[in-house]
Each structure stands twice: as C-alpha cells, then as structure tokens.
C-alpha cells in the first residue's frame, strides 16, 4: 500500500505503545519518505527551492534591503536599479523587500490552514473508514457535498462575512481544505484496517483510538503528507486570488496577491509592479508542486515498479 | 439505463437540497447581523428593524427556511439591494456570458489535454513526456489572475492583437470571439494542464491492463490499440474529473472575468461583496450551487454513455 509498510526489523522487535516503538514508526516512516523522495529527483529540486524560500520569508526582517512599509513619494514606480533590485511601487516602497516580508504571509496562512486542514480532514476520514457502514456514507456524503462547492466562492463568502484578517482566511481556506483530506485518508483506512495486525491488535482488546492512532495512521500518514504538499501549494494559490480580488490582509501590509491587485492599475506603464510577484507565487505553489507530486509518483502503487 | 438516469436524478435532487441547506446556514451562521453590517454601526435600530423585516430576518429561523426553499423553486430569489431589482433577473442577464466561457474554455481545455496527455502516456519517460509532464504543472501551478494579467500585457498590451477590454457584448461573431480569445485561452489553458495530467494517467492505467497485452500479442497494430482499446477506457477517468474541477473553472472564471473586466457572474458577485449585497450573493451562490449540480449529473450520465457497464451496476 505505502512505502513505510515495508516491515523494519526494528518496529518488528519493539514492543508496540512504547517510546521504542513510537520512533521505529517514525524513523520507517522517514526512510519511507527518503526512498520516495529518491525514486524522484524533480522533488528534491522542489524540496530545494520551497527551503530556499522558507528561510528567505523566516529572514525576511534581517536580509530585506529596506522597510517593506516605508513610503518614499520621490522614489514612487522606479524601474528596477541597483537601489531597489525590483523597482518600487506607486508609494515609493521597495519591491523586493514587500516580496520578502509577503512570503511570510503567504507561507504562515498557507502553513497554518493546510494543517488545520490536515488534521481535522484526516480525523474524519480515518473514522469513516475504519467504522464504515452508515458513519462511513453520512460522513463521506456530506463531504461530498462540500466538495462539489466551488472553493474559491466558499472562501469568498466566509471572508466576506468574517472580515479579511489572517485568522479568517485561514479559516475559510482551511474549510475548503477539509474534504479533500477527508477523502485521502479514508482510502487506505478501508485497506489497512483489514490487515491481520489490526485484527491481532483487535483480539488484545487494543481501543478503537488505539488502532487508529497507533496502527493506522502511520500507515497512511505518507499519502496523507504528500496531498499536504499539493494543497499548500493550492492554499498559497486560493490566498493570493483572495487578496487580489481585494478579501486579503488589509493594506499596507505586504501580501503577494494585494501587490499584484495594486500592480495591475498601472500595468500600462510599470509592468514590474505586478510582475515580481506574480513570479513569487508561480515559484512557491511551482515548487510545492514539483514537490507533492514526484513524491505521489513514487509512493503511488499503481504507478510504481512500471516503466 | 432508466432505472440509471432516474437514480442519478434523484441523487443530484438530494445534493441540491442538501447544498441549499448548506448555503442557507451559511449565510445566517456566520456572525454579524447582515442588517447592521449593510448599514454600518451608525443606523438607528429603526432602520436596522426594518431592514431586517424587508429581508424577511425577524421571522423564526424554520420559517425563514421554508420561505428560501419555496423561494428557490418559485424563481423568487430576492430583490438586490443595490439595484433593486429581482436578483435572479441581474443573474441570467449575465449568466450566458460565464457560460460562453467556461464553455469555451472546456473545449479548448479537453482539446489540447487529452491528445497531450495520451501521447505523454505512450512515450513514457520519453523526453517528450518530461516536457508535458513539467509544463502541464507549471500550468497548474499559475493563479488563474496571474496568468490572465501577463496574457493580457502581453498580447493584448503589448503585441495588440486582442481589445484590452472584452466587453462580451459584441454584435458581430468575429466581435464576440475577439471578446472571448484571450479570457477563453487562460482558462482553457489551465483546464489543459489538469485534464493533460489526468488523461496521461488514465491512459497509463490503461495501458498496464491484461486486454492490451493479450491485443499486443494478437499482433494488433499498436495504433489500433491505442484506437480501439485504449482511448475510450481513458475517456471515464477524464470525464469524471473534469466534472470535479468544475469548482476549480469557475473559482478561475471569476478572477479571468475580473481581469478582463468581462461581464459575468464573476463580476456580479465581487460587485456585491463590495456593496454588502446580501440578498445579491445569497442568489450566487444558490446559481453555483446549481451548476455544480447540474454539470455533476450531466458527468454521471455522460460516463453511463461512455462506459455500457455502469448501467447494469
């Protein structure tokens, strides 16, 4: 099914619920995760570029040449010049630095939401497939439901309604973000809870939560992990169309999405206002991409081993 | 295939009242009383009064329900409070020009995908295969806005070839596809590299199946393998999945429609975000949800054409 189901000699002999076992899950996990990531270079690259970018936004304060926020009328919409590496916007403020200090909006929301959404989705698909029955069709139907709703819309309305602040947009993208996840973890449950370990575990009175926690969920934990991959990118993706339709992080605080909305009002004659940081995004959800989806191709088992 | 159709007619009837309900929550759930936030922390509560009575607010939750529902079959969705005229009349002024879109988007959409994604599978890990393989991502990886803004500079700023704005409403056939070039190509673009990843998968599913070998070792050319056996089992997936991102088409029509200063529903429903048009967005979202519901069915029935054996199942 997974990769990190291959048996580990040393998951084998430790004793489950101990601390020993606890790291021989994770550390099958990890090689798990190696093996794919090396089943797939274009990964790496993307492993590469989204670091890069992470520690960039995590630096943001220190390696940023000027105050994301500070005006400068005498220097309004300058091309790109050794001063302001990108150029500067209709306030004066300088480009590159607004991108610096964006990332990190983008990255925390995106962050923050797809976990939220991982975690809460996760839950509800592992119970609904390890249950099955009627939990399983009410569950899974309603997540259908949400599903079919376009997400964008959803995101609009709940920010529309809550105001644009960063915990409700985090909210609205985590509640788009919900069915998708709920759908990938129960897949595997269905296998996995067939298995005759969870029957083993089941005959020595091990509780529901249990085998949940401890038996299966580290056995989908790879799928579940790589979708995380591609849906921040999504997330990053929803976040900045929000903002430029005008529902993100109020103004003046730098956010990819609101730079490019305030760009394109003069994309006649300073093209690089918007540019810079359309090419930011393209990079981020590009890279996350690359990411999620050389590691799909590897732990993917119906792909795997042909070609 | 009656019995089929009727199971999946009734299916698509309960998803719509079920994502009716959804949307009528929504609506009232979230905090905020829609009364004082269209009037702002000044009003008198007079003013808020009424407007809530106009809204039909002050009445029991059920009621209000059942007032919605009835309201939805009746083709009564409210009056807009900006224009003041009945939401669902400002709806389908604009709905055909969203649906030209999308529509058109679609099939340039499948056009390019499928034969790209059924080609990528043939010569796996062939370089051809890596160039679609990466391009299709980075297809997917453009926010529909950022592509719609560089398009336009480049082809309808820079180059001229396309009117910067589209109004949508030329009178001419070479006016109208003029309108539509640009915003139909982003869109269309973006479906092209979801349906080229789906239509490369499927076929590689297809293509690892005991059928082709056993036609392989028949001697079949391999052209009519591909022909005959392969592309019409490639087609279920697609079709499915081009039915689930129709949320994704019409999430990106929005910011296309915006960009292109389009007429539409996109630009319907930033309008009243903008003006806190409640009764206005309550209309949209009652329309999408329709959509969704209907496209959905249309892809059920479309799959039992395409595959004879879901009938019977």
Known sequence: MSVPDAPSVSKATAAPGTAAYARASLGALGAGLLKAFNANKTSWVGLGVFAIVCIAALLAPWIAPHDPLDQNILKRLKPPSAEFWLGTDAFGRDILSRILHGARISLAIGLVSITVALVIGTAIGLVAGYFGGRTDIVVMQTMDVLLAFPSLILGLIVVAMLGPSVGNIIIAIALTAIPPFARIARAPTIVVKEREYIEAGRSLGYSHVRLMGGHILPNILPEVLVMGSLWMATAIRVEASLAFIGLGVSPPTATWGGMIREGFESILDSFWLALFPSLAILIVVFALNLLGDGLRDAIDPRLRGEG | MSGFVLRRVGFACITLLAVLTIVFFIVRILPGDPAMVILGDQASQQAIDSLRARLGLDQPLPVQYVQFMAG???????????????????????????????????????????PLGVWSAIRRNSVPDYVIRLVSLLGLSFPAFVSAVLLLFAFAIELRWFPVM?????????????????????????????????????????????????????????????????????????????????????????????????????????????????????????????????????????????DPRIKYS
């Open chain 2, 166 to 306: 589209s109004s949508g409403r030329g009178t001419t056939l070479g006016e109208r596809l003029s309108d539509l070039a640009l915003p139909a190509i982003n869109l269309g673009l973006i479906m092209a590299a979801y349906i080229t990843r789906v239509a490369r998968s499927a076929m590689l599913e297809v293509l690892g199946q005991d059928y082709v070998r056993t036609a392989k070792a028949k001697g079949i050319a391999y052209a009519t393998i591909i022909r005959r056996h392969c592309l019409r089992n490639t087609m279920i997936p697609v079709v499915t999945v081009v039915g689930l991102y129709l949320g994704i088409l019409i999430g990106n029509s929005v910011l296309t429609e915006i960009v292109f200063n389009r007429p539409g529903l996109g630009r319907l429903i930033v309008g009243a975000l903008n003006q806190r048009d409640y009764p206005m967005l309550q209309g949209m979202m009652v329309i999408y949800t329709l959509l969704v519901v209907v496209v959905n069915l249309g892809t059920d029935l479309t799959y039992g054409l395409i």
């Open chain 2, 72 to 114: 939805v079959f009746a083709g009564d969705w409210g009056t807009s409070l900006v224009s003041g005229r009945p939401v669902i009349g400002e709806i389908l002024k604009v709905l055909p020009a969203t649906l030209e879109l999308t529509l058109a988007a679609l099939v340039l959409g499948a056009a390019v995908g499928i």
